[in-house]
Structure formats: structure tokens, C-alpha cells
């Protein structure tokens, strides 16, 4: 910690501006951080663009939306008693149980008074003489404070596709993270399905159950593994409640705080019946054990990867009663696990209905929506609904969505021109009082544990600037050197970073990020943490406190 003498002007002034803390986004992050900052008795205004709590899971109510972290491993961890009185129906919860669940964490602490719905913000610049914020709504209005915290998600900033005729569509068209608050009907009508990420993957299986006619437009396959979602037993919520200690402790234990992680063998240590057998076991676990617990050398050696690549498409192509619809679900230009696993119930199945057509987007591309549906090179079709499940702009995309200026006027999309650069995914030299929950670099993984983390850290400094009477926060530029350094060699040899995907930073759809980036913080979330906690346990020295 570089400590100059305190200016006493800057305290002084902290009585003027309208908050000590702005918290931008009211999903889990912002809402943890609220509880934290009330604590220290700090001044604090959420702003929310949605008219209610939950981020993620308010703005992704399309069918089929869920869980694929165990529920009970992604709930909030630190109020013990709320462990205890609330239930989870599945070990897969779907959305809206989880919306229920955040409007009742909100309700138990009276969040909602602090939080200002339907107020996206706009832009936020640093006032270098007041060592301070001012902070503009989209309707124009100007807030200050000491301290922005942003709290805006890492897939919250949705991107269409960049396809001629989109508003010429005469039938409903949704982007999956903006569905209406109604309930859609798809019984009997022609539905079209965009895009077969993740997201995708939810809503196919779902609309599929009722569409008259299904279309999917599959620009490239991914690797879906079975969920084997089922209810919580009576026994089963005694025991997860009994072991909640245990649970939470195993999360923080593994490599990116999920139940499952990396098994301690290579792929080729073991015989080959050995492994087919272990695949097997894998593919008939629930979540993501197969993809995260899985051999340790599966995400970096190409042999191993091809390995468990042709275990999955050996099960697609037993589940896929067409051969040529079944090649065409195998994805070529990656193996297993390099892009962000899908994981379905009763996927495959789905394009065994007369009721659903896969169409080849790369083969045929789509050319334009006309108003009547979609037209490819190949072909017209005729839709009531056009879905569009074309992801996210991810982890700069919401910071890029708002004008945040730094030190002296500086752009923070200037200073991410050529890659993010932080320090622990939290700061960013030249922005002080700045403070990101899962901002770029930050540790991932499964995303509840990783926010309660980055709360209680920021927590922690600010407890920590509070008790020395300090007012400014900045890092020095050897330390964002260091962990952006940091970030980069913990990429080296990753198969995951050879291919495009929102975790490369690659979105076809946004001007600038078609070229792969060291998007994403691949450390173990224990080395993360430790990290982060060396900084605090040494008193700040990474940072310019004053
Ligand atoms: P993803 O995983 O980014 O998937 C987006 C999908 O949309 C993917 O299949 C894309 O194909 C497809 N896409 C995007 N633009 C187009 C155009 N212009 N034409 C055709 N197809 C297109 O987003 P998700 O929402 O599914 O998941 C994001 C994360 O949210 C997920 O990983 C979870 O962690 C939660 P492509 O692969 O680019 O060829």
C-alpha cells in the first residue's frame, strides 16, 4: 500500500455527494454487496435497468431456463439460517424457483428500498478533483458518490445477429435474455430457434414438447451431455441441509467451486475398458462432473481430448436415429469441453420428432428475415416466432454498454482496447474507487461462489479504507502488470483457448471481436483466492491508498 498523507479536503467532501456507494445491478452480486455495504454503514444506491432483483435469472425467463450447477451448491452460502428455511424442488432448479428464491433473499433484507428499478445506467466518470463518481442514468439524471461498484454480470449484455430484415418480421421474435413476462404459446405454431449454445440447447428441448413445426438453425454443434435432472427427495433435502458445511467447504476446494473436479488420472493411465467404463460413469452423472471431473489431461492433451470427443459422439449417434442428422450434431472444429458444455434433457431425442428440422447454418447460411420468416441460401420459411438464441456479448460487453471514463476523462473501452487488463478482476488501473464484482480475469466458474468471494473482498478493503481513513483506491501499474501477466500464462496450453467461443472473447455479432482474446481468468478459483487474500493479508501494498 503506497500511503500519502491523508487530504482532509477529500473526507470532507464525502458528506456532499449524494452516496457513499453506488452498486450498479441488482442480480446476486449487487444484492450481496448492498447486505455488506449496509454493514459498514456506508450510503448505498442500487441502480437497476429491470423493474425487479436477480439479474440473470430475472432477464432469462425463456423456456427451459435452469440451473446446471447442483441448486444447493448455488444458492447464497452466507446466511445459515436461509439455508435451512428455504428448498430447493430439483437438484437442477428451474428459473423461475430461482427468481422466487432471490425476491425472497431480498424481501429478508429489505433490499428493495435501496434498490431503484427501470434505471439502466448510462454512463459513470471519475471526478479527479473530487476523487469521486458521477454517475448518469439513461433518463439523465446525475448521481455522485465515493465508490461505483458494478455489479452487471458476465452474459447480461445479449447481441442479435447481425442479419439483414431482422425488423421486418411480421410474426413475435425474442432474444432469449429479453422474454416477455407472459407466457408464450407455441402450440400449433411454426417456431424458429437461432443459435444452439447453452441457451439453445434449454429452449429447443422445451419448445420442441409443443411447437407445431420446429426449426433449429445450427451455425455450429456443441458437446451436450445429459443433466439427469430429478426432484429432491424428502431424505435427500434432510441430508443436503444437514451437509451444507461440508458442501460449501467441498466448493471451495475445487478447481472452479463446482462439486465435481478434475480426476487426479490422465486419460492414458488407465487401460482402455477402464476408460469406457469411467466415460460411461461420467455420462450417467449429473451436471457437470463430465466435463470438470473428468481425466485431469482432457482440457490440454489433443490425444485424451480426442478420446472422450468420440465417447460423446459415439452417444450421439446412438441417440439420433437419422445418421445424417446425427453427423450433423457432432461438432468438427472442436473437442469435447473446449467451448461451454450444454447440458440437456432429452436433447438428441428432439430431432427424432417429425414435429423438428435441423438446418445447417453454415452450410446453408441464413441470408435474411423476411416478413414472413427466414430465407437461406438454400431456402424460404415460413415462422410465427423466430427465436433468437444468439448469447451474449461476454464479460466486457455490459462494461462496454456503459461510457465509464477514469482518471483524467479515460475511456475504460480505451483501456481495454486490446484485452481486458485488471487487477484480480476487480480493479482497473487508472479508475479508482472502481470496484467490479466478476469483472474480466476474476476467477468463474460456478458463479454464487465466485460472487460471494469478490463481495467480501471488496467488503474487505473498504472496511479497511474506512478504519484508516482513507478515501481513494487505485492499483499500481506493476500489480495490474503482475495479475495481467498472471492471467495470460495460466492460458498457455489450454485447448480452450484455440477455439472461438464467449469465453475467447469471439462474438461474430459485435464489431471488433472476432479475434481470440485471453478473455477469461484459467487459474483454479483456491489459487484465485489466495491470491486475492495475500493482497489483503499484506495490507493493501498492490494498491495506492489514500
Ligand atoms: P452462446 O453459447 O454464445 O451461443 C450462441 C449461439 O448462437 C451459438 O450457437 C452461435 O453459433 C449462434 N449464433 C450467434 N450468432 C449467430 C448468427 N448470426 N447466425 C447463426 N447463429 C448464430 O450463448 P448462450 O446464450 O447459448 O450461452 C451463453 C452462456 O450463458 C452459456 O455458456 C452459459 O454459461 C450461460 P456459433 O457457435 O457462434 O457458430
Redesign the pocket.
Known amino acids: 500500500m503506497t500511503l500519502t498523507t491523508m487530504d482532509p479536503a477529500s473526507a470532507d467532501t464525502t458528506a456532499a455527494l449524494d452516496y457513499d456507494a453506488i452498486v450498479i445491478g441488482a442480480g446476486m452480486s449487487g444484492m450481496y454487496q448492498l447486505i455488506r455495504l449496509r454493514e459498514l454503514g456506508l450510503r448505498t444506491r442500487v441502480f437497476e435497468a429491470g423493474t425487479g432483483v436477480g439479474g440473470t435469472w430475472y432477464w432469462n425467463r425463456y423456456p427451459g431456463a435452469r440451473f446446471?450447477s447442483e441448486s444447493y451448491s448455488y444458492g447464497f452460502s452466507f446466511d445459515k439460517q436461509l439455508l435451512q428455511d428455504w428448498e430447493w424442488s430439483e437438484h437442477f432448479a428451474p428459473q423461475p424457483e430461482t427468481l422466487r428464491y432471490l425476491n425472497l433473499v431480498a424481501d429478508r433484507y429489505d433490499l428493495k428500498r435501496d434498490i431503484q428499478f427501470r434505471s439502466p445506467v448510462a454512463s459513470a466518470h471519475y471526478d479527479d478533483a473530487g476523487r469521486s463518481w458521477v454517475v448518469t442514468l439513461a433518463d439523465g439524471s446525475q448521481h455522485t458518490s465515493r465508490y461505483v461498484i458494478s455489479a452487471i454480470g458476465v452474459?447480461s449484455a445479449p447481441?442479435m445477429?447481425?442479419?439483414a430484415g431482422i425488423d421486418s418480421f411480421r410474426g413475435q421474435a425474442f432474444h432469449?435474455?429479453k422474454w416477455p413476462h407472459e407466457p408464450v404459446d407455441f402450440a400449433g405454431k411454426r417456431v424458429a430457434v437461432?443459435?444452439?449454445?447453452?441457451?439453445?440447447?434449454q429452449t429447443i428441448q422445451e419448445v420442441a414438447k409443443t411447437a407445431g413445426h420446429l426449426t433449429v438453425?445450427?451455425?455450429?454443434p456443441?458437446w451436450c451431455t445429459p443433466l439427469h435432472n430429478r426432484p429432491i427427495t424428502p431424505e435427500e433435502q434432510v441430508q443436503i441441509k444437514a451437509n451444507y458445511d461440508a458442501l460449501f467447504q467441498r466448493c471451495r476446494e475445487t478447481f472452479a467451486c463446482f462439486l465435481h473436479t478434475a480426476d487426479p488420472r490422465g486419460t492414458f493411465e488407465v487401460t482402455a475398458e477402464e476408460r469406457e467404463a469411467f466415460y460411461e460413469e461420467l455420462y450417467a452423472t449429473p451436471g457437470f462432473a463430465i466435463w470438470v471431473g473428468n481425466f485431469k489431461d482432457t482440457l490440454t492433451d489433443r490425444a485424451a481430448n480426442k478420446e472422450i470427443s468420440d465417447f460423446v459422439a459415439r452417444k450421439i449417434r446412438q441417440r439420433v436415429k437419422d445418421p445424417k442428422v446425427a453427423e450433423m450434431l457432432i461438432p468438427q472444429n472442436h473437442g469435447f469441453g473446449t467451448?461451454?458444455v450444454?447440458q440437456e434433457t432429452h436433447y438428441y431425442e428432439v430431432f427424432n420428432q417429425p414435429n423438428v428440422t435441423l438446418v445447417d447454418?453454415k452450410a446453408t447460411p441464413?441470408e435474411c428475415i423476411t416478413p414472413t420468416g427466414i430465407k437461406t441460401s438454400e431456402a424460404e420459411f415460413a415462422f410465427d416466432i423466430i427465436i433468437y438464441?444468439?448469447?451474449?456479448d461476454?464479460l466486457t460487453g455490459a462494461f462496454d454498454r456503459i461510457d465509464i471514463r477514469g482518471k483524467g476523462g479515460l475511456p475504460l473501452k480505451q483501456k481495454w482496447a486490446g484485452g481486458a487488463r485488471t487487477f484480480v478482476g476487480m480493479l482497473v488501473q487508472d479508475f479508482p474507487n472502481l470496484f467490479m464484482l466478476l469483472g474480466p480475469h476474476t476467477a468463474l466458474g460456478n458463479i454464487p461462489r465466485s460472487i460471494e468471494h469478490n463481495v467480501e473482498w471488496v467488503t474487505g478493503l473498504l472496511r479497511h479504507m474506512q478504519q484508516h481513513r482513507l478515501t481513494f483506491a487505485d492499483v499500481t501499474p506493476a500489480a495490474a502488470q503482475g495479475w495481467t501477466d498472471h492471467v495470460m500464462s495460466c492460458a498457455e496450453g489450454l485447448l480452450t483457448f484455440e477455439v472461438?467461443?464467449?469465453m475467447t472473447g469471439v462474438?461474430?455479432?459485435v464489431e471488433g471481436k472476432q479475434t481470440r482474446v485471453i478473455a477469461r481468468y484459467a487459474g483454479s478459483a483456491p489459487a484465485y483466492r489466495a491470491w486475492c487474500d495475500a493482497v489483503a493479508s499484506g495490507g493493501y501494498q498492490e494498491l495506492v491508498l489514500s
Open positions: 446446471d452474459l447481441t445477429p447481425r442479419i432469449t435474455a437461432i443459435g444452439t449454445g447453452a441457451t439453445g440447447v438453425f445450427q451455425r455450429t456443441n467451448r461451454r450444454p447454418s441464413i438464441a444468439t448469447g451474449f461476454a472461438d467461443s464467449w462474438n461474430s455479432n
